[in-house]
């Protein structure tokens, strides 16, 4: 399974920007998909998580302004970043969970910087 990220870059503080993840796996919609975000001297937590069903879950730091959703046929799933802010920055990384296994999978990360 490879989950190539595209999307991150610098931008300004108020900006927005739009990841991408690709996942080259069988029966994408049974998996739950999320982004995870890793700062710089910090740990990786959670941004936000889609299950099969749609159901959604937000870090309560980003929930008013981020937005993940999935396209099922293209096996892809976004992160929608809004009013972005210097606390943003970090690598951001996508991840997959197996439905039957339980096992995490995750992507190589794509750098999103956000400066003031």
């Known amino acids: 399974v490879q989950l190539p990220e595209s999307g991150g870059g610098l931008v300004h503080v108020g900006k927005s920007l739009r990841l991408s993840c690709a996942a080259s796996?069988?029966?994408?919609?049974?998996?739950?998909m999320g982004w995870y975000r890793q700062a710089p001297g910090k740990e990786r937590e959670l941004v936000a998580t889609i299950a099969s069903s749609g159901l959604m879950n937000y870090a309560d730091s980003v929930k008013d302004r981020f937005s993940i959703s999935r396209d099922n046929i293209n096996s892809r799933v976004y992160l929608e970043m809004n009013n972005l802010k210097p606390e943003d920055t970090a690598v951001y990384y996508c991840s997959l969970r197996q439905v039957w296994t339980g096992q995490t999978i995750w992507g190589q990360g794509t750098l999103v910087t956000v400066s003031s």
């Open positions: 796996v069988t029966d994408f919609s049974r998996h739950t």
